[in-house]
Each structure stands twice: as C-alpha cells, then as structure tokens.
C-alpha cells in the first residue's frame, strides 16, 4: 500500500482524494478493461467520458451510436451490455450504482470480478478482487505448482487472506499495479518490488515460471469470404444479428449478396478468442444501388467496423483506387 501510494499508475477514472471516486466512471473503465490492455482501453474511456459523462446520457443514447463508438474495442456483447447496464441504473436505481457486490451482480454485464472491482474500488467495499494480474503476484508470491486454471479457487482464497478489511479498493489497484509494471508476465523485475523479502518464487530463483500453465490448445482455424458490393462510390453493409460473433455490429456481407463478376482482392487473417480467421475479399462493382444498406465509401472509417471488417474495407477501398497491397495481412 505505501509503494502504491507512491508509484501508482495515474489513470483517467482514478481520483486523488479527497475527491470520491465516481462509480459510473470505475464502472465504465472496468468494462472496457475486460480483455482489454490499459493503453488500448484509455481513448476509449476518453471519448465515452466526454460524450457521456453521466450514466443518464449513456442510457439515453441510441444503441448503434455506442456501438460505432465501441468499434475496435472488440467483444462487442460488452457494448450491448454496457448499454444495458445504463438503462437499468438510470431507470430502476434513479441514476445511482448499487453499492454491494450482490446488487452490482445483477446488472448486465457485471460478473464476480467486475463487481468486486466496482464495490472496492468505487465504494470502498471490503471485496476480493483478483484480476490476471493479481493472479499472477499470488501466485508468485506462494510460489503456488498447482497450474491455472486449476489453481483459481486457491488464488482466491489466499487473495482473501491478504486483502485488508480498510481500504480493499486500493489494495486491489496496488496488486494490479505490481503486476502490471513490475511484476510482469515474462521478467518480473524483482529488485524493485516491494513484496520480495515475502516472496517464494522469487526465492526459488525462477519467478518467472509462475504461475505454472497447463499446455494450451491450438487454436483452430477457420476459413471466410466478404463481399465488397460497390455501387457510385457506395458500399454495401448489412448489420449482423444480435446474437452472435460480433452481434448487432455494422460489417461486410459475408454471403454473396448480387451475382457479379466477383474479383479476388486477397486476404485478411485475424484472432478471435476461440478461433483464428482467415477472410478473403472478393469484390464486384453493382450496377444499381438496391435495398440495403449503402456507405459512402470515403467515410467507410465512420461505419464503426469492427476490426477484421475496417482491415477488409481498406483492402476494398484502395484496390478502387489502384493502390497495391500486400496479398495477405494480419488483422
Ligand atoms: S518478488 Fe518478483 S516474482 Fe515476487 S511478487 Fe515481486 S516481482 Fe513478482
């Protein structure tokens, strides 16, 4: 706690007291910090802050507008849901975040971790937060041989014992901070943490090698096709369902959507968390502009694509204008 208040990270949803933190802006970081690094996630949190700075504006915007503005944040069923958790906080809690980990649980998109997280962090809650980084200094810290995820239950339980009955909300953030600048996943920089006159793994001269893993498997690949339809400087782009990869986003079509003289303009790999992708882009130019939805192609960056469909649109983009790219890239 003493090395946090020291050199903790200085993050746009972090208050300095004696300013309180502000729960819809704890919340909102801690959404979109879900499977997402801290450098990625902090334009994002910008952006949402200064269009909606209240969960009453976020619940009052239309959902395709937060969607766009999720685009490239990937997991999309996070932006379906934040939306979500607005409206149910501006209209069954009058605009005010529960304050227990029980209450938070029940709104959308709020699981074990996102609760505990909120309730100490924003309402200085005694709760066990134990995110990847967290994980990984317990870990370390009890040189632990049992893998993840095997090893979580314990984690938890050990992360409980250290967790101090006041102030559990800046014990949480002074684990994920260690973990992130100092106890890193490849070379924890042991000289400079405060925790290793504790540490076992440290002790056992190979820190590193914590927390033990269990072989993953490979990733399976798969294979797809999307079609760039272009019509008087217009693309065609279908909205997919809402349940589902990349449910309710703007994207290409990926069934072919007109008979034409259909041309090979390469391809585009990309990673899913399940899968990996490899999408090839067929375009045609249409003859008319039919039902559906058309975008002008010069303010394709606007739709909200998200990423795998932005890297297809720029391949279909600059083949129009002549420009050659390479035959395959990654997404
Ligand atoms: S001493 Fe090293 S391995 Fe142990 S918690 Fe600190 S940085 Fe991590």
């Known amino acids: 706690m003493r090395w946090f208040a020291v050199d903790k ?5 972090r208050t300095e007291p004696p300013a309180a933190p502000d729960p819809y802006r704890v919340w909102l970081s ?28 976020l619940a009052a915007a239309p959902e395709e507008e ?49 609760a505990a997280a909120i309730a100490a962090i924003a309402f200085g ?4 937060v134990v995110d990847s980084n967290v994980e990984r200094v317990v870990s370390r810290l009890f040189a632990m041989e049992t893998p993840l995820p095997a ?32 106890c890193t996943p490849r070379s924890p920089d042991c000289p400079r943490c405060p925790l290793r006159a504790h540490c076992l793994a440290f002790a056992t001269g190979a820190p590193e090698t914590y927390p033990r893993k269990t072989a993953k498997k490979a990733r399976p690949r798969r294979e797809g096709t ?13 909205r997919r369902p809402e349940k589902g990869l990349l449910g309710g986003m703007l994207a290409l079509p990926e069934a072919a959507p007109a008979e034409a003289d259909w041309a090979e303009a390469g391809a585009v790999d990309h990673v899913f968390t399940h899968f ?34 932005a890297k297809l649109a720029r391949r279909g983009r600059e083949r129009r204008s002549g420009l050659a790219l390479p035959v395959r890239e990654n997404a």
């Open 9 to 13: 990270r200085r993050l746009p949803w």
């Open 30 to 57: 801690e959404i979109m910090l879900q499977q997402t690094t801290v450098p990625h996630a902090r334009p994002y949190f910008e952006a949402f802050a200064r269009r909606w700075p209240t969960v009453e504006a």
């Open 66 to 114: 937060v969607m766009a503005a999720w685009a490239g944040l990937g997991y999309y069923a996070r932006a379906r849901n934040l939306v979500g958790c607005a409206r149910k906080v501006a209209r069954e809690h009058g605009g005010r975040f529960p304050d227990t980990e029980e209450a938070l649980r029940k709104l959308p998109g709020i699981g074990r971790y996102t």
């Open 125 to 128: 809650r005694r709760a066990v």
């Open 151 to 182: 090893s979580r239950d314990e984690i938890y339980r050990l992360a409980d014992r250290l967790t101090p009955a006041h102030g559990a909300g800046d014990f949480a953030q002074a684990m994920m901070d260690l973990g992130s600048a100092i």
């Open 226 to 238: 999307a079609y760039w339809l272009e019509h008087d400087g217009h693309v065609l782009l279908v």
């Open 276 to 309: 990996a992708l490899t999408m090839r882009l067929l375009c045609a130019d249409a003859p008319t502009r039919d039902e559906g939805i058309w975008w002008p192609v010069e303010r394709i960056e606007e739709a909200g694509l998200p990423t795998l469909f």
